[in-house]
């Protein structure tokens, strides 16, 4: 299983959600209602190079002086300010929202087995010159 898979299905689920928002065409109530919507049977596309460079960068600085769940709110806020803009970054709720989505990947076993096992990859990487 891609590790990125559940954050990209969160992310596409965000992008409809705040492109349907900002055309008025979701009411508030119905947010998050089209789980099953045929675009949710699309694959999400695999991580690009320059997403890949900047968690190597952000956690690899990190290092393994942080704990599991500081390294996992830094790789989730990496993520949604990559996938959804810098500005997303300055937005008064970004910091509640990055600790929801990183509770909600710590509350599946399997989803933060493999979240661990990735952040241990990008920490490690930075001791390796060239990874």
């Known amino acids: 299983m891609d590790p990125l898979r559940p954050i ?5 689920t965000l ?6 928002d900002s055309r008025g065409t979701v009411a508030p109530g119905e947010r998050g209602a089209r789980h099953d919507s045929p675009s949710a ?3 999400p596309p695999a991580p690009s190079p320059a997403l890949e460079a900047r968690l190597r960068a952000r956690l690899g600085a990190m290092g393994n002086k942080k704990s599991t769940r500081q390294l ?5 806020e990496t993520v949604l300010v990559s996938e959804l803009g810098d500005g997303m970054a300055s937005d008064p709720g970004f910091a509640a929202l990055t600790a929801r989505v990183t509770t909600d ?14 952040l241990a990859s990008y920490t490690d990487s930075a001791d390796r010159p060239g990874a």
């Open 8 to 12: 990209s299905q969160i992310l596409a």
């Open 15 to 20: 992008a409809r959600q705040r492109s349907a």
């Open 41 to 43: 049977a699309v694959p």
């Open 72 to 76: 996992a709110e830094a790789f989730v």
């Open 105 to 118: 990947l710590f509350a599946n076993e399997e989803v933060a087995g493999e979240l661990a096992g990735l």
